[in-house]
């Protein structure tokens, strides 16, 4: 090269990369050299499972190589038909079947040599049926040749319309080549001694065109391990950061536990206990708290918080709680000033419909012992006298960034994040990696578990009269439905034609309430006031209701479409019942089509575990749709699998808290490479990952 090569070079250096070829690869995130050599393949043809087309067996999965010979479409109508290409190889002939995809007709000449895997099976001959093809030609196979014993797996990537894998492979050669000796190596000898990894450059090469099965693993390790080292790496610095920052010691007493737990009619729990002693001792530190607080709805999460708040009212600060939604902000209010009757402590709600300009003048003077709002607690012109301690509650449904606005309002105020959809231990490592965690795993006593049971939508009528006994006994009744009014594309029941049909055909003996998005605040403040008095026995919601809605008397829960909702979704909404002394139902009403969405109904009908919901939630929907990559810091993971190489991801947090305790600024110079690339990859991010 006549220039100094870099990584970082824009990816048009590398030679066979032109204009147009490097705009098809920025599709693919690939924007430098780097981002191409971490471009890692999906899959790999394993030559060894290549076999001659006569030893292809019915009811085996087969890969072969040969030339089409006939390429035949016979048409249906309307896209649908039967495409068949005829293959041959020295060893004899087959047919290659296609159902309903004539476009691909196109992709087929006589002449052309291709790969093809799939089910085999006997009709007429040999056939595959809807197998997966790869052309490969003198110019598209990019040096590989899949008869040759040197190349036995064989890289297949992720690709964007104009751009094929053979010419792919080569440009990724060329760049190993050229720029492979230039990459650092982030990962001091000693963890690749003690794990017995490879260097980055062995890594990638192996990577992407292995030698063998077991210098593809060894290089997959490696990698998995050091994308979690690196993010692992910038949350034990945020968390060594925040342990050394001066904040609020807060001082109690034995004569003020006491006067607290008057407030409460009830004793805590063991649980509640637990998590309470951890946040006393990081309240009394002069380190900023920083915890997270999970445990099912109902395990009574808000009166531990409760009690921390009134401890910062002892000492003179004031106290914000963060709620996603009015709905809940209001419960949160309601609960908190009942159980606040006839103390001192002066509570007050700010959400975007309450009374604003009093309150934010009362926060600004310190009148407001205690804050309860939605984002309208971050806003610019809320200032507080003197803020101490942060609940932010439900914390999956705010971006970090708003987090962050909260505690800017105060001089490093201890804050406590609680939700009541249970963290996987994955999560508990990446997300919330620098807050320690307290979970609540009992029920209040008296609580039973909330029966559940799926039923097909043929069965509606019968949990229409079990309703119907429920509610002519005193109880109440939710249901829930997908949509807020009828769709034109989708065959669903919507909230307000299902409200219509209880009101006037199911249940016209009882009051049948509504309660969706789309309502006002007043609106929906005059349903939930109906139905908490008991003037209103069904309530009909959307998804709204998962949170906020306290009624101790709703014993039954139905899910209309039940698989349409997620599994946390679900199991929020079970929440809502069950609050009381009495047996509460849970009704799923849905016809599962796809195996994922059987798979969610039937473990939320195996347990009430909500730590098992989280981690099945995990496995079925993948941490990036589950909490929203971007919002949360996740890394940016390219290779490895947070449920599948957990236990690689807990080394990976080891190591990296044994290297920031023995190098807390990274300043050895056989860190300085693996300094370097977390802040290129997390210097942004660096500063919001302890929000939570």
């Not at 290549?50 to 896209?79: F, S, Y």
Request: charged share 25%; proline share 5%; net charge neutral.
């Amino acid at each position: 090269m006549d220039r100094q090569a870099d990584i970082n070079d824009p990816v048009q250096y590398v030679q066979g990369i032109g204009p147009k070829r490097a705009e098809l690869l920025e599709r693919l995130g690939i924007v430098t050299v780097r981002d191409l050599l971490y471009f890692f393949p999906r899959k790999y043809h394993d030559r060894h499972n290549l076999v001659p087309i006569a030893e292809a067996r019915p009811g085996e999965q087969a890969m072969v190589l040969g030339d089409v010979t006939k390429v035949n479409l016979r048409r249906r109508g309307r896209g649908k038909g039967v495409l068949m290409v005829e293959v041959r190889d020295e060893s004899g002939e087959m047919r290659a079947v296609w159902f309903n995809q004539n476009y691909l007709a196109d992709r087929f000449d006589a002449g052309d040599t291709v790969l093809l895997w799939g089910p085999v099976r006997e009709y007429n001959g040999i056939e595959l049926i809807n197998p997966g093809f790869e052309h490969i030609g003198a110019e598209e196979h990019g040096g590989i040749a899949l008869t040759d014993e040197a190349s036995p797996l064989v890289p297949v990537y992720p690709l964007t319309e104009g751009l094929s894998q053979g010419q792919v492979r080569p440009i990724i050669r060329t760049a190993l080549d050229a720029y492979g000796a230039l990459l650092p190596e982030v990962l001091p000898e000693g963890l690749l001694a003690r794990y017995g990894l490879p260097g980055i450059a062995r890594a990638l090469a192996d990577a992407h065109f292995p030698e063998s099965v077991e210098a593809k693993e060894a290089a997959k390790r490696r990698l998995i391990y050091e994308e979690f080292m690196v993010f692992e790496l910038a949350v034990a610095l945020r968390r060594h950061a925040a342990r050394s920052a001066e904040g609020i010691a807060f001082k109690t007493s034995a004569e003020f536990d006491r006067r607290i737990r008057k407030l409460f009619p009830f004793e805590l729990t063991a649980s509640q206990e637990g998590a309470l002693t951890g946040i006393l001792s990081d309240m009394q530190s002069s380190s900023p708290m920083n915890r997270l607080i999970q445990g099912d709805v109902g395990c009574g999460k808000t009166v531990v918080a409760l009690y921390a708040m009134l401890l910062a009212s002892a000492n003179k600060y004031q106290s914000a709680i963060m709620a996603p939604t009015e709905i809940l902000a209001e419960q949160h209010y309601r609960t908190i000033t009942k159980m606040l009757e006839g103390s001192k402590v002066r509570v007050r709600l700010l959400t975007g419909s309450s009374d604003r300009g009093r309150a934010l003048a009362e926060i600004e003077r310190g009148e407001a012992d205690i804050v309860i709002g939605t984002h309208a607690v971050i806003q610019s012109d809320v200032t507080f006298h003197r803020l101490g301690f942060i609940v932010i509650d439900e914390q999956h449904k705010f971006g970090v960034m708003q987090r962050a606005r909260l505690r800017w309002k105060g001089r490093l105020p201890d804050v406590l994040v609680m939700t009541a959809t249970p963290i996987p231990r994955t999560l508990a490592l990446t997300v919330f990696g620098d807050l320690d965690v307290s979970s609540i795993g009992e029920l209040p006593p008296g609580r039973r578990p909330v029966a559940t049971k799926k039923l097909s939508p043929g069965r509606l009528g019968r949990a229409y009269e079990f309703i119907r006994k429920q509610v002519a006994a005193g109880r109440q009744a939710f249901v829930v439905c997908p949509l807020v009014e009828q769709s034109e594309t989708l065959d669903l029941r919507s909230a307000m034609e299902t409200a219509d049909e209880l009101e006037r055909r199911v249940f016209p003996e009882f009051s049948v309430g509504l309660l969706h998005g789309r309502m006002s605040a007043e609106e929906k403040e005059r349903a939930m006031g109906a139905f908490a008095r008991g003037d209103m026995r069904i309530m009909v919601s959307t998804i709204v209701v998962e949170v906020g809605i306290d009624v101790p008397n709703a014993t039954v829960m139905l899910v209309l479409h039940a698989e349409r909702f997620g599994l946390a979704q679900l199991h929020q909404l079970r929440g809502r019942v069950g609050r009381g002394a009495e047996q509460a139902t849970c009704l799923l009403c849905g016809n599962p089509k796809s195996e994922d969405a059987k798979q969610r109904l039937k473990v939320l009908c195996e347990t009430t575990d909500g730590f098992r919901i989280a981690e099945e939630d995990l496995k079925l929907r993948g941490t990036g749709e589950l909490f929203g990559t971007r919002q949360h810091g996740l890394p940016d993971v390219r290779i490895g699998d947070f449920v599948e190489d957990v236990e690689t991801l807990e080394r990976a947090r080891d190591d990296a808290a044994a290297l920031v305790a023995a190098d807390p600024k990274l300043g050895r110079p056989e860190h300085a490479a693996l300094r370097r690339r977390m802040l290129d990859l997390y210097r942004d991010k660096l500063n919001l990952i302890g929000i939570g």
